[in-house]
């Protein structure tokens, strides 16, 4: 079977520094991937270059191959703006833009192209806030700032934003380090939700959060991928001293 | 080292002193900052009152009453030709002047001419031309008396023109009125017949040469040194030249223009657009930095936000960055905006210092603008061109209100409230 994504041999360097070193892993379609690791082990670095999001830092190199179906996204023909398009990224701070809710939700649509009549955009902003769980809570205040939302709102409006491209991936970069239990419950909720209609890698802190969305993970340390596997295998029966260590919070 | 450590005595006379010392020092400070905030007020306020004060009467005129045959004078016009454009000409070509004249001599005596103001019999000329029928009459018309009359009138005027006003007072012939010419003529040799309107048109012209081009030119160097340019040693070198550009002394700006405007490209003298090209060259670094500083507070996480829905550079930068930058931008333009209208220095070397008599019409007709004319009145020896500088004074600073109101109601307009 073939991989949504699939990362040979991927090392990133800032400058002289090699954050990555010789990671590969595979990403299915319908799985959702957990990236857990102490701080400053890589594992954003590694997901920001899954959408090529590294390529805004104009020190950092990437080596290495990363197919998404089957095809290089670092090859030159690769279009960035495509790319993001189809691995869509949901952030550590939700970072609504300050317009409506309305137009954060539409932005991608508009320029894509996906719409043409306004009768389509409302439609697809109405599918993507349903999706995201927000569609009942804002229906009525559409033109409010998506500012204006709580931090656990304005998350779901940014799942929301990246959903509506109707993107082939989500990768969603500690997506509930900011908000409180409550709202990290929903968005776990729709995490689960969202499986099997987009393959999604989520990085986290949080190992029961990982335990509880994910179906595999991988253990980053210091750059390196030192175990990735079934998720119930990495937290019961860890084939590395080092993934057990950080499990039972020896260090990290 | 087995000292023990005393426990802090908080309520101690130590602290207590400490205390009360912090509190006058609060006190202290706030009283400093309030000081200079009446001052500088204050200072303000004075400027303004003594520009009111003295400027007020420049909006002001005297007249004198003329009685005036016009039946008897028998003007060769029919009513025909004071009808349209060629009214004007008709009424000079029959000889106006001369029977505005001799009406002045029979009314005052032989020193009647003196009194009436060089521009006098075109008051009559527009009367007439508004009241056609006023020809077969015997009129009385006020018009504008003579500069050092009317400086007179307005008590500051010499011993001689004091009495001859204080004579016309008792005689009751003397009225005061708006000196609407003033916000309509241009620059005369003539206190009571100059205006302000062609420095004012002069001004507007150059200043739209000047955003026209600083203003696009301006951001878009800042879009591209923040959002594009990599960071290597020509940016830096072009970042430094511009900082310093921001700081060279306004009249190299004029001489630049003077130097390449009129002597290499050969565009006329003393026109808008030159004036216009050197204040944008002035202009430019103080939007190019302010531009810079705006875009570079505008959140990075805006950016990732719209990399990562598949924008593309250029969408990032004109969906995004620009309009939460637009107002920081604006708020520099206006900075540069007001000291170019302020300018004057750079103004003169290209020749915007002449005595020009017509508004300009067009961005290459001879023109001047306000700051040199308040400039050029203000070295005037006639006493009347006195008021006239403190009246251009205030129309200047009613335009730089009304440009930076402008300004400040569109920046916040586009703010965004996070």
């Known amino acids: 079977m073939t991989h949504k994504i699939s990362a040979k041999d991927v090392s990133v360097f800032y400058g002289a520094k090699q954050a990555i070193d010789h990671v590969s892993i595979d990403v299915d379609q319908d799985n959702v991937v957990a990236f857990i690791g102490p701080s400053g082990c890589g594992k954003s670095t590694f997901l920001r270059t899954l959408n090529r999001m590294n390529d805004t830092v104009a020190s950092a190199r990437v080596t290495g191959e990363i197919l998404l179906d089957g095809e290089d996204i670092y090859a030159p023909s690769m279009d960035v703006v495509q790319l993001r398009a189809r691995v869509g990224m949901v952030f550590q701070k939700p970072n609504p833009f ?22 389509d955009l409302d439609l697809m902003v109405e599918q993507s806030l349903r999706r995201a769980g927000l569609w009942d809570e804002v229906k009525d205040r559409l033109s409010d700032s998506g500012t204006a939302l709580s931090g656990g709102q304005q998350q779901r409006l940014c799942i929301a934003r990246a959903i509506a491209v109707d993107p082939e991936v989500i990768l969603m970069d500690e997506p509930c380090s900011a908000l409180d239990p409550i709202a990290t419950a929903k968005i776990e909720e729709l995490i689960h939700g969202l499986k099997g209609r987009y393959a999604i890698v989520i990085v986290t802190h949080n190992m029961q959060q990982a335990a509880r969305v994910s179906q595999q993970t991988a253990f980053f ?3 390196q991928l030192v175990e990735f596997g079934r998720t119930g295998d990495i937290f019961t029966n860890p084939r590395e001293e080092r993934t057990r260590d950080y499990i039972t919070g020896r260090y990290g | 080292m087995n000292r023990t450590r005393q426990p802090t005595d908080w309520k ?24 200079a905030v009446w001052l500088s007020a204050g200072f303000l306020a004075f400027l303004l009152a003594s520009m009111l004060w003295q400027g007020a009467s420049g909006f002001r005129q005297t007249r004198v009453a003329l009685p005036i045959d016009l039946a008897a004078a028998r003007l060769a016009v029919t009513p025909a030709q004071l009808r349209g454009r060629g009214a004007d000409l008709a009424l000079a070509g029959a000889g106006l002047e001369g029977v505005v004249d001799r009406a002045a001599t029979q009314a005052y005596g032989g020193a009647g001419t003196d009194l009436l103001s060089d521009g006098a019999w075109l008051v009559v000329r527009d009367a007439i031309k508004r009241d056609p029928a006023m020809l077969d009459r015997r009129v009385t018309i006020a018009v504008p008396v003579d500069s050092a009359l009317d ?4 008590h500051d005027g010499n011993p001689q023109a004091e009495a001859t006003i204080a004579r016309l007072t008792a005689q009751g012939v003397l009225t005061t009125g708006w000196n609407l010419g003033f916000l309509t003529a241009a620059d005369s040799t003539d206190p009571t017949r100059v205006g302000i309107w062609g420095a004012f048109k002069g001004s507007l012209l150059t200043m739209a040469v000047t955003i026209g081009l600083a203003f696009p030119i301006g951001v878009l160097a800042a879009l591209y040194l923040e959002e594009y340019a990599p960071r290597n040693r020509w940016t830096d070198l072009i970042e430094v030249s511009i900082n310093n550009l921001a700081a060279v002394p306004s009249i190299i700006f004029g001489l630049l223009g003077l130097a390449v405007f009129l002597g290499t490209f050969h565009l006329p003298r003393s026109a808008p657009l030159v004036g216009g090209l050197t204040l944008a060259l002035m202009t430019m670094p103080v939007i190019v930095i302010a531009g810079r500083n705006a875009i570079k507070a505008v959140p990075p996480s805006i950016r990732d936000a719209a990399l990562a829905v598949g924008a593309s550079p250029v969408q990032v930068v004109f969906d995004h960055v620009l309009p939460l930058a637009l107002p920081g931008i604006l708020t520099g333009t206006i900075i540069g905006m007001a000291r170019a209208l302020g300018e004057t220095a750079p103004l003169l070397m290209i020749g915007m210092r002449a005595f020009i008599a017509a508004p300009p019409s067009r961005l290459t007709d001879p023109a001047t603008v306000l700051p040199v004319q308040i400039f050029l009145w203000s070295d005037d020896v006639d006493r009347g061109f006195v008021e006239k500088t403190s009246a251009a004074i205030i129309v200047l ?8 109101g402008l300004a400040i109601y569109l920046r916040n307009r586009f703010e965004t409230r996070w």
């Open chain 2, 397 to 404: 600073l009613v335009f730089l209100l009304a440009m930076n």
């Open chain 2, 151 to 154: 400086v007179a009138a307005k």
């Open chain 1, 221 to 223: 340390h210091l750059g």
């Open chain 1, 98 to 119: 300050p317009k409506s809710i309305y137009e954060n939700v539409a932005y991608g649509p508009r320029i894509h192209g996906l719409a043409t009549a306004r009768a």
């Open chain 2, 12 to 35: 101690g006379a130590a602290f207590r002193r400490r205390t009360r010392r912090r509190y006058a020092a609060e006190r202290r400070f706030r009283l400093l900052g309030l000081a």
